[in-house]
């Protein structure tokens, strides 16, 4: 199994709509989570983190849920700029300083 | 937020030549570099983690000798691909993290190095 699972997609959504990704990992003792995007042939960029508490920003709100490992994000009134891949990045349990990226979730926001 | 360059961006070569990509943060001090890279369509996957003046650590299935690390300053990190092969081109990133770089567990990615070898 995967350490970090997601849907690779391509989710082709229009423009205004909201959208959902999720992802799974798979260590237990994971600590910190986290959305990055990726631009196609760029580096990653970190969207946001995501707190237990669950966190917004802007259009932008990610999920934690600890007990099912789950993780998602939600894109509301998607915008042309947000065509990207998105990652599922974890690190790892206290003291373990490597992040483990998921395959990405391709999204593609048509006119 | 905390600025992290690669050089080259990019690089094409012969089978058998080596090639050495810079990784640098211009406006902090990486503690830590870490060494990723990505195939089509694939994952990041993390090569080795190098904190500066010491040696590097590196993940399972990554060969030492063929990619060697040197984390000899506060700024730099290198990574020299030796005797590459066709196999070997992939998108090579680097990521810092270190003192008044974010927070303590940030890590700022490079612009990416796409190697590939003829």
Known sequence: RKEVEQDPGPFNVPE????????????????????????????????????????????????????????????????????????????????????TFGTGTRLTIIP | GAVVSQHPSRVICKSGTSVKIECRSLDFQATTMFWYRQFPKQ??????????????????????????????????????????????SSFYICSARGFLAGDDNEQFFGPGTRLTVL
Not at chain 1, 56 to 78: H, K, P
């Open chain 2, 43 to 88: 994952s990041l996957m993390l090569m080795a983690t190098s904190n500066e003046g010491s040696k590097a650590t590196y993940e399972q299935g990554v060969e030492k000798d063929k990619f060697l690390i040197n984390h000899a300053s506060l700024t730099l990190s290198t990574l020299t691909v030796t005797s590459a092969h066709p196999e070997d």
């Open chain 1, 16 to 99: 205004g709509a909201t959208v959902a990704f999720n992802c799974t990992y798979s260590n237990s003792a994971s600590q910190s989570f986290f959305w990055y995007r990726q631009d196609c042939r760029k580096e990653p960029k970190l969207l946001m983190s995501v707190y237990s508490s669950g966190n917004e920003d802007g259009r932008f709100t990610a999920q934690l849920n600890r007990a099912s490992q789950y993780i998602s994000l939600l894109i509301r009134d998607s915008k042309l700029s947000d065509s990207a891949t998105y990652l599922c990045v974890v690190n790892g349990h206290f003291g373990n300083e490597k992040l």
